[in-house]
Structures are given as structure tokens and as C-alpha cells.
């Protein structure tokens, strides 16, 4: 499985604490805000925006915290001006590290992002080092039995999609960026429950990290994401499950 399934995995299975709710749809407003400014206010009409009103539901965002975000893009409330940037470095064991951020003050953010690949004895280097490792891609999730793997993984590919993998009864299936929302709903017309379907970067290729390193991975990858400014983080690691499984019981 892929850096970016292992990834999602185990901050699925993590899951949001409580205190960090607030920051969650913090962060969920900014990506709703940006979806909207930059394209259609109606979710109906912007494909990116519904997605991420879909996300923010999934996460119990209250209904007004989504409008008002929307409102705000649309210019019917007063916010704050978000722009955005990607910084690019090398974690431990020589890992690719893409983050994205949505940020009002690009210089705040580039300093708290220095400090921690920093104090994480890492390297924060010149934009376009690892980009082109990272391609862009649609990513869904649906949870499979192991009787109903094989038959969701040819529906997923009569449907357009240009992958399945699945590990532990999670389907992953990848398309092309533009082909998301044909297979989503091609898959959803088939009574195919979707567990999440996003537009994200999926690694070319894989470093395999060995236990010692992966945890100090896995908590600089923590240390990214608790920014607020900080939307996504992608690495190209591949963790072994006995570190993840460490890394599950220090949450």
C-alpha cells in the first residue's frame, strides 16, 4: 500500500481528539472557503467545493460553520485573506515531504515550518526538490469484506478507475483527477457505499522505513499537521506495522 493509504490509515484510526476539533474545522473552513472563492459558491456547481463540504460532514462540522465559510468566500461576511504554499523537504531515511498550506502570513508560516523539520533533524529545501515525486490524483475509499474485494475492484475499473489496491479490508481506488467524480458517482449509482473521495498526491515511489526511523517519521508528520495553517502533509514512506502499531498506542 502506498505512503499516502498508510498515512490516511492510521490518522483514520488515530482519529480527532476532542481539543483538536476546533483546529479541525478551522482547517475545514479555510479548504471550504478557498473551494468556493475559486470556483462556484454553490457545491451543486463546484465539484472540489462539494467535496469538501462532503469531508467537513463526515467530520460532524456543524451546517453553519460550512455556510458561513461559503458566505465568507462569497464575499457575504468579513474573513481573513488565504493564500496558498507548498514547502517540499526531506524527512528521516530520506523521505519526500510535500506540505500545503492555506495561510494569512506566509512568514509565520515558513518559520514554524523551518522549526520543526529542524528540531526533527530534517531538511526543508528549494521548492520543486520533491513535487514531482507526489502526482495528483483522485483517491477513494470504501471499506470491503474479503468476499466482496474482487467484485468492488471490477466495478471500480469498469467504472474508470486506474488502480485498486486494498489492504486490510479498505479498498483504495485512484483515478486521474478529473475522472473523480464520474467514478464516485458511477460507484454510488451501484449502491456502493463511498467512505471518503478526494483530490490528493500520491507518491511515485516508495521508501521502505525501518522501525527506529518510522516513528520519528510518523511524529514530525504529527508535529506538521498540528499547524494551523498546515491542510495536508504527503510523504513517500512506507511504515511497518509494528511501528504504526506503536505509533496507535502513544495516541
Known sequence: MSGHSKWSTIKRQKGAADAKRGQLFTKLSREIELAARTGDPDPEMNFRLRLTVQKARSHNMPVENIERAIK????????????????????????????????????????????????????????????????????????????????????????GAEDVKEEGGVLEIQTEPEGLEKVKRALEEQGIKIASAELTRVPQ?????????????????????????????????DFPDKALETYRSQG
Not at 506540505?99 to 529545501?125: C, H
Not at 516508495?206 to 510523504?235: G, H, S
Open 72 to 159: 465568507r468566500a462569497a464575499g457575504g461576511a468579513e474573513g481573513t485573506h488565504l493564500v496558498e504554499a507548498t514547502y517540499e523537504g526531506y524527512g528521516p531515511g530520506g523521505t519526500a515531504i510535500l506540505v500545503e498550506t492555506l495561510t494569512d502570513n506566509k512568514n509565520r508560516t515558513t518559520a514554524e515550518i523551518r522549526s520543526i523539520f529542524i528540531r526533527s533533524n530534517s531538511n526543508l529545501s528549494d521548492s520543486g526538490c520533491v513535487t514531482w515525486i507526489f502526482q495528483p490524483k483522485g483517491v477513494i475509499t470504501v471499506s470491503a469484506s474479503a468476499g466482496d474485494a474482487e467484485k468492488l475492484e471490477l466495478q471500480a475499473i469498469d467504472a
Open 205 to 237: 515511489n516508495i521508501i521502505a522505513l525501518d522501525e527506529k526511523t518510522a516513528i520519528p517519521t510518523l511524529k514530525l508528520m504529527d508535529r506538521l499537521e498540528e499547524l494551523d495553517d498546515v491542510q495536508r502533509v504527503f510523504i513517500n514512506a
